[in-house]
């Protein structure tokens, strides 16, 4: 199998290297300058294992590799709000032997939230899920660190639709032979439900900076006790806290320090945009469809994405100031 990894920032950078390291063939999706760098320089990965250059072929598109290959599998590793762009101009690519990438071939979703999963099943025929616990950093063009050990991340892998099948096992037994353990589960979304209520924290991180403090927590607890809200009048599951502890505990340690998460990394490289309509806009469109109030997520996906719009510095605004507009919005949504 060929590894075509679209979207090789943090995440799909540091998979795409690890399946280089193991003896897998990869190939890196990229654009501008990161692209530039990753052809000149090579992709420059640190691990806990140290510094190393992957020189592999980039790509920024379809046309650059002719094409495709019957073998191919499609890692999508752009944040959500680039995924339609991505997947109709991938899904349209031809395959050697006749059809297209959407006929033909799987896409394997990694980003956060559950938004992507939906997205590829209205184009793609093969769709799988993949749940991301990889904490990684991509802040300038060519180089992407991924520190934690002993384990360089847990990947759970399913298709999206439910099940298991044998080419997630393929897939997942490529990643656990690239320093990952990725188990086959058959309700992947249910850990992707999980993992987004942990991200609900990305939009406090991204606007009032990643130290951590009581008040951030605090913001954080009343994010989530409205999606738990919203994902019990919905009728969905998610993996518990302690299911998620049991996989990942002593597994994917990171060494000390403060370090921002995907949406502050996408504030730092100033992209313009950032993914929260896909998380805390997750919980917001849920509420709405099943009448529960979410004014605090509402305020954080709004908050956040003045920032990214408006070019502002990760961490200009201070927690008090979120949490008297989420408190502004309560008190709006309790009267209302």
């Given at each position: 199998?060929?590894?075509?990894?679209?979207?090789?920032?943090?995440?799909?950078?540091?998979?795409?290297?690890?399946?280089?390291?193991?003896?897998?063939?990869?190939?890196?999706?990229?654009?501008?300058a990161?692209?530039?760098?990753?052809?000149?320089?090579?992709?420059?990965?640190?691990?806990?294992?140290?510094?190393?250059?992957h020189?592999?072929?980039v790509?920024?598109?379809?046309?650059?590799?002719?094409?495709?290959?019957?073998?191919?599998?499609?890692?999508?590793?752009?944040?959500?709000?680039?995924?339609?762009?991505?997947?109709?101009?991938?899904?349209?690519?031809e395959?050697?032997?006749?059809?297209?990438?959407?006929?033909?071939?799987?896409?394997?979703?990694?980003?956060?939230?559950?938004e992507?999963?939906?997205?590829?099943?209205?184009?793609?025929?093969?769709?799988?899920?993949?749940?991301?616990?990889?904490?990684?950093?991509?802040?300038?063009?060519?180089?992407?660190?991924?520190?934690?050990?002993?384990?360089?991340?847990?990947?759970?892998?399913?298709?999206?639709?439910?099940?298991?099948?044998?080419?997630?096992?393929?897939?997942?037994?490529?990643?656990?032979?690239?320093?990952?353990?990725?188990?086959?589960?058959?309700?992947?979304?249910?850990?992707?439900y999980?993992?987004?209520?942990?991200?609900?924290?990305?939009?406090?991180?991204?606007?009032?900076?990643?130290?951590?403090?009581?008040?951030?927590?605090?913001?954080?607890?009343?994010?989530?006790?409205?999606?738990?809200?919203?994902?019990?009048?919905?009728?969905?599951?998610?993996?518990?806290?302690?299911?998620q502890?049991?996989?990942?505990?002593?597994?994917?340690?990171?060494?000390?320090?403060?370090?921002?998460?995907?949406?502050?990394?996408?504030?730092?490289?100033?992209?313009?945009?950032?993914?929260?309509?896909?998380?805390?806009g997750?919980?917001?469109?849920?509420?709405?469809?099943?009448?529960?109030?979410?004014?605090?997520?509402?305020?954080?996906?709004?908050?956040?994405?003045?920032?990214?719009?408006?070019?502002?510095?990760?961490?200009?605004?201070?927690?008090?100031?979120?949490?008297?507009?989420?408190?502004?919005?309560?008190?709006?949504?309790?009267?209302?």
């Amino acid at each position: 199998m060929r590894y075509i990894i679209i979207g090789a920032g943090a995440v799909g950078a540091t998979v795409g290297g690890r399946l280089a390291q193991a003896g897998k063939e990869v190939v890196l999706v990229a654009r501008g300058a990161h692209a530039e760098a990753l052809r000149a320089d090579g992709l420059r990965l640190t691990t806990a294992e140290g510094t190393r250059v992957h020189r592999l072929p980039v790509a920024t598109g379809p046309a650059d590799l002719g094409a495709l290959r019957r073998d191919d599998v499609l890692l999508l590793a752009v944040k959500t709000q680039h995924a339609v762009d991505a997947l109709d101009v991938w899904g349209d690519a031809e395959v050697a032997g006749g059809g297209t990438a959407a006929q033909r071939l799987p896409v394997f979703c990694l980003q956060n939230g559950v938004e992507s999963e939906r997205l590829a099943l209205r184009r793609f025929a093969k769709v799988y899920g993949v749940c991301v616990w990889l904490p990684s950093t991509f802040l300038r063009p060519g180089a992407v660190s991924a520190l934690c050990a002993p384990l360089t991340g847990i990947l759970h892998v399913g298709p999206a639709a439910g099940g298991s099948d044998a080419l997630a096992g393929r897939v997942a037994a490529d990643l656990n032979a690239a320093t990952f353990e990725a188990p086959v589960v058959d309700d992947v979304m249910r850990w992707k439900y999980a993992k987004l209520l942990d991200n609900l924290g990305n939009a406090i991180q991204a606007t009032t900076g990643p130290e951590p403090h009581p008040a951030k927590r605090a913001l954080l607890r009343r994010a989530v006790q409205e999606a738990e809200a919203a994902f019990a009048a919905a009728g969905i599951a998610y993996a518990s806290r302690e299911e998620q502890s049991e996989a990942r505990d002593g597994k994917v340690n990171q060494p000390p320090g403060v370090r921002g998460g995907s949406s502050w990394q996408s504030l730092v490289r100033g992209t313009g945009s950032i993914e929260v309509d896909y998380l805390n806009g997750e919980v917001s469109l849920l509420g709405r469809l099943h009448g529960v109030p979410t004014p605090v997520n509402d305020v954080l996906r709004h908050a956040a994405n003045i920032f990214a719009r408006k070019g502002l510095p990760p961490g200009a605004m201070s927690v008090e100031d979120l949490t008297a507009l989420a408190d502004e919005a309560t008190a709006r949504a309790t009267a209302s």
